[in-house]
C-alpha cells in the first residue's frame, strides 16, 4: 500500500510555517495532568479570578438546561488547544467510526482538528495545498465560496460538469479529462466534492460513483477534499459511503459541520486528515486564530454528551425529515408554476434546488426584478466561472409551506414576465432602406422584443451609422439570418 506523501504537494506559503513557540508550551501546559506541580510564569494568560461571567445556562428545546459552570467554565473562557478541545474531538471520532465506518487505526495516521465552521476548514486545506498556477477540479455548479477561495489562491479551475441523469459529477468525463491531461502540464492537486445534497444543485454523488472518483485518485494522485457538511442531512435512511472510510492511502481530507444539525452561529466544524497534513493545518491555526473558539466548543461538548451518540444520531434523522418536508412542497410548487418554464433536480439530501430555466442565456439580470416582486433567489452564474448561467438556486430551508408556495408563484411571475422582454443577438442585420428591409452585414445588433413581436427596437453598428427605432407594422421583406441565441436584457 502507498501513503500519501504530502510533502511533494504543499504548497510554498505551508513550507515556510514553523510552529509558534508560545502555542507549542501552551499545549504542553494544558495537556499535563491534573493537580501537576508546576508554577507556570510562561504565558500571558488572564486571570480568571477577573472573568464577569459566573456560569452559563443552555436551555435546550426538549426543556433540559445544559449548565456550564466551575472548572468547564474557567476552561472555556481562557485559551485552549490550537487543534481545539481533546474531549470534543475524542467525542467525534468516536461518532465518525460508529456512524462514516472512519477508521482512527491502522497504517494511516490521521488527526481531527476543530475549525470556526468547515468553511475554514475548507480555506485552510487550499491554502497550504495550491500555490498560484496549480491546477484543481471542482464540479460545475460549485459553491460559490469555493470558487472565490481558489481565485484568491490563483489556481486554474477546472470545472467538472454534474452528470444530470445520477447526479454528482460525470465520472466520465473526469476520466477522460485525466487519461487526456497534457504530458507537459503537471495534473491536478485536488478535486472538491460537495458528495451529499450539494449547495449549489442538490444533487449526492452515488456509491459507485464515489468508488470510481476514489480510484481514479489513486491512479491520478490526487487529493480529494470531501467537503460534506449535508451529510447527516440525507433523506435516505441508509448514507452513501463517506470518501475518508473508503480511503487506504491517506489522500482524502474530510470537513464536517454543525451548522446544519446545532447552529451556524456556533462556527464549528471539523477537519480530518492525514497526520501529515494535519499537523501543517494546525500550524495555520495557530498563525490566523491561536484556537477554535473554547465556549462553542464547550456547549457542543456538554451537548453531545448529555444525548450519547445514537441520540444525536436521532436528532440528525429529525433534522433530515424536517428538510425532506420542505423539499416536498417546493418540488410540489415548482410542478404547478413551472413545469413549461423549465427544468429541476430533484434532492435526496441537503436544503438547495437547481433550476434551469428554458431560452434564457443567463439570470443575473432577472434579480432584482424578483426583489420587486418580492421573492430573492441565487443566479447560477455565481455558481460556476462563466459569466453567464440559465440556472439559479433555491433554498427551501428556511420558509414556511405556505409562503413557498407564494414564493415559488412570485418567482414564476417574474421570469414570464422576463421571457416578454427577449433579445435577439445575430451577426447580420436587415438594414431599413428606402422602405425596404434590405439585408447587409454589421458587427453587432441587438433586437428587443416587446407586447410579443409588435414592435421591434434595434441599434446596429454599420460603417458608423446607426438604424433608427422602426416599427414592424407595415414593413414588408423583413428577412432575419445568422445564428440566434436568448438572452434576458
Known sequence: MVVKDFRTILSSRALLRKPSPIRAITSKLLSLPEGAD???????????????????????????????EGDALRKSLNYGKSEGDAALISWWRNFMATSMEVSFKGDIERRCLVTNGSEQGNYMVLNCLLDPGDSIMIPRPSYPPFVLKATTLGAEMIEIPEDTKSGGIDVR?????????????????VLLVCPTGSNPSGTSIPEEARREIYQLACQHDFVIIEDDPYYLLNFAPVKETTFLSMDTEGRVVRLDSLSKILCPGLRLGFLTAPKQLGDILELHMQEIMLHPCAIAQTIALSYFQELGPEEF????????????????????????????????????????????????????????????????????????????????RISYSLLPPDQIEMAVARLRKTVEDAKEKISLKYDRICKFENGMVNEKCCKKATFKYENVCKKLKSTAEDNNQYMTPVDMDGIKGVTLTGPVTLKVE
Not at 504565558?43 to 480568571?48: I, L, Q, R, T, W
Not at 477577573?50 to 449548565?67: A, R, Y
Not at 477522460?176 to 495534473?187: C, G, H, I, Q, V
Open 38 to 68: 508546576v508554577l507556570s510564569l510562561a504565558g500571558g494568560v488572564p486571570s480568571p479570578r477577573l472573568f464577569p461571567f459566573s456560569g452559563i445556562d443552555v436551555k435546550l428545546t426538549n426543556g433540559t438546561t445544559l449548565q456550564i
Open 173 to 189: 468525463r473526469l476520466a477522460s479529462l485525466l487519461d487526456t491531461w497534457p504530458s507537459y502540464k503537471p495534473k491536478p492537486k
Open 313 to 392: 444520531r436521532s436528532v440528525g434523522r429529525e433534522v433530515a425529515s424536517y428538510y425532506e418536508q420542505q423539499r416536498d412542497v417546493t418540488l410540489a410548487a415548482l410542478d404547478k408554476h413551472f413545469t413549461h418554464l423549465g427544468t429541476w433536480t430533484k434532492p435526496k439530501a441537503g436544503m438547495f434546488i437547481w433550476l434551469t430555466l428554458d431560452g434564457f442565456e443567463d439570470t443575473t439580470s432577472l434579480f432584482d426584478a424578483a426583489l420587486e416582486n418580492g421573492v430573492a433567489f441565487l443566479t447560477g452564474s455565481s455558481c460556476q466561472t462563466s459569466k453567464t448561467s440559465p440556472n439559479l
